[in-house]
């Protein structure tokens, strides 16, 4: 493993050229400089659009400017303005930081040309010519100035000051720029500056070529790309007190007079020259950084979501907004070694394929190969994933034991061989009142759990399911009536382990569903909204939803407890359904139910719909009930999840109310059946066709579950397909209402003719 970690250290930056991300250079995330400070970064939404924010002075218009922004596939920045390439051209685009983008401040003789890398500098900009997308990414440069005009507005004009004909004779593969000069990358190999302030920068001897590069105002960095070393020159005070030789950087982005870089190891952020060190993040690694004068914003590597930090102390903080950005440059070319080739679905969602405009595209990332403190590497990076971090809290073998300081000998961690010296030393006698005392303890635990397991169900389950509930229960999660407890994002990450994949319960369109352990010890079901349910509902809907979710309180709902909207994230907190959903007993290979089972879920199902819809004003619409949101608790009675919500302004009220019916005979033929509802191995697949004729020709016992042992009286069951046929009847007039099914369910399984 250290052998492929060492290859990947050698060959990794081959890869990686022009991954820098801040002033004087491009990448997803740029910064302006002076008294205009701006960062705009492009969004994870798959189109490409900029979004921007800056300090408390200049944040109330940056939205409607970056509104006005075309798409961008790579941004910089310079002093009071910001550049661009445009994603569908390749043309440049320049704009005022923080007035509407109304005049190109790009020069008519450059306006039309095609560009595949940007630099803007303290008030100047160059570019290298050649289309983005394509798979040449090297060409001649063009240089143009922007400066303030009389009445204080931005203009752009060819420079004489940037032109240098022996420059302008090479071909270059990228170029960083900085105040009054700008470096490039020869194709050929080596580094070469130019423009009135390029003396300065005293660049020599350089003939090899660079995996990242970042200017400054008054100096350069850049990362070798063979041998991984660190080099600078210009003004030593922007760059004093370097991270280690053994630290490999695949980013840099520099500010007023310090730079930083991503780590390759574990994507932690690196800082040196004129900074406080103290006041960057450990812990979270980062994708993209980008730095003006005293603040440095990052795209987080777990979520995507913006995080800033301020160096200076006196100078207003940036709060970005709750929006995701793209964690790299989207790029025509393959994904080198050392790579991976970043996946949309990460972002727990199913709305997006690609966070690029373009099928074609894809966002090439560094591979880490390495953990933060308190985490372990559980799995090395693949062609489509970069590697995973687990928390050192479930380290469970002598893998992870050096890496997060675990071992047999300091007693966090037990064996067998441990507990035979411990027995010894211990003797029998103590082992023996422990083993009574834990017994007690269990028998109380039983006891108080049954105490505790009444519900709405009506009489207790058969014998045979409830096996050992007891030791399968969770504490009782007493709900919030009216008032959901609000959580924190860093409390909810811990209770489900950094929302790992191993905690996870379940996907739908809204994201991902986790199991979570908190803090006293509780037992729920964390739901962690998407980017695209992010991007595409404002905080007022997320209010207004969760207004209606607390007022829900039944017993046959996943009810809500509790919310997070810290840092972006969307997540609810709901009851644990700890026997998973109805669709894994019925298909899943799940312990298969019984017919006094199913005929009591579907009593429950039918009672938390007519909950929905009678019960609450307005009512609720279910939308999509189906088995794969019907859960079961720890009694194993019926819970309805994933619910939609009908306005007050919905016209086809009973329409909508009349598909769930539809929906919930569907469910009940599945009960009845154990077929799915659509299934290509059966001839008709669909469900309704199949057993619908089955019923209207008096041989609904054919449709009856042939796995599970028929009880001594199959009426109940026929009458239970005689309901779920009225429920799927093509005329939604001719469907009884939920309350009329509860009814009959009810009284059926009153009657208690099912054994």
Known sequence: MQTLHRTLSLFLPLFLCGAAHGFGAMGPISASFGEDQVFCSIDASGKQHVICWGNNATSASLSAIASAVPAMSALSAGEGFLCGILANTSHAFCWAAVSKPTADLVPPLYRNTPYSHIAAGKNHVCAVRGSYYSDRDSGFVDCWEIANTANNTLSAKQSDLFFDQEVMNLVVNSVVSGDGFSCGQVRDGGLICWGPNSGRIRVSNVSDSFAVLAAGPTAVCGVFNVSGELKCWGDPFSFSGPPQDSVRLVSLSAGASHFCGIRMDNHDVECWGDVNTSVVPKGNGFMAIACSDFTTCGIREDDLLLDCWTVNASKPDFDPPLELSSP??????????????????????????????????????????????????????????????????????????????????????WHWHDLRKW??????????????????????????????????????????????????????????????????????????????EFNELGRGSYGFVYKAMLADGRVVAVKRANAATIIHTNNRDFEMELEVLCKIRHCNIVNLLGYCAEMGERLLVYEYMPHGTLYDHLHGGLSPLNWSLRLKIAMHVAKGLEYLHKELVPPIVHKDLNSSNILLDSEWGARISDFGLLASSDKDLNGDLESDVYNFGIVLLEILSGRKAYDRDYTPPNMVEWAVPLIKQGKAAATIDRYVALPRNVEPLLKLADIAELAVRKNPSERPSMSDIASWLEQIEKDGLIL
């Open 423 to 500: 027995m010894v030393l211990v003797g029998c006698p103590v082992l023996g009142f422990l083993v009574i005392f834990l017994c007690g303890c269990l028998f109380m635990f039983r006891k108080r759990t049954k105490k505790q397991s009444k519900s709405c169900m009506g009489k207790p389950d058969p014998e045979d399911v409830q096996v050992n509930v007891a030791l399968h229960s969770t504490p009782t999660v007493n709900s919030c009536p009216g008032a959901p407890q609000v959580f924190r994002l860093s409390e909810l990450k811990d209770a489900t382990n950094g929302f790992k």
């Open 328 to 413: 790299g440059l989207c790029r025509a070319s393959s994904c080198g070694v050392g790579e991976f080739a970043f996946n949309a679905s990460v972002l727990n969602q199913l709305a997006l394929t690609s966070l690029c405009v373009r099928d074609d595209l894809r966002i090439c990332s560094p591979c880490g190969s390495n953990c933060s403190k308190g985490f372990f590497l559980s799995s090395e990076c693949t062609l489509t994933a970069d590697r995973v971090c687990t928390a050192c809290s479930l380290c469970q073998n002598s893998s992870c034991y050096g890496v997060c300081g675990l071992h047999s000998s300091t007693g966090l961690h």
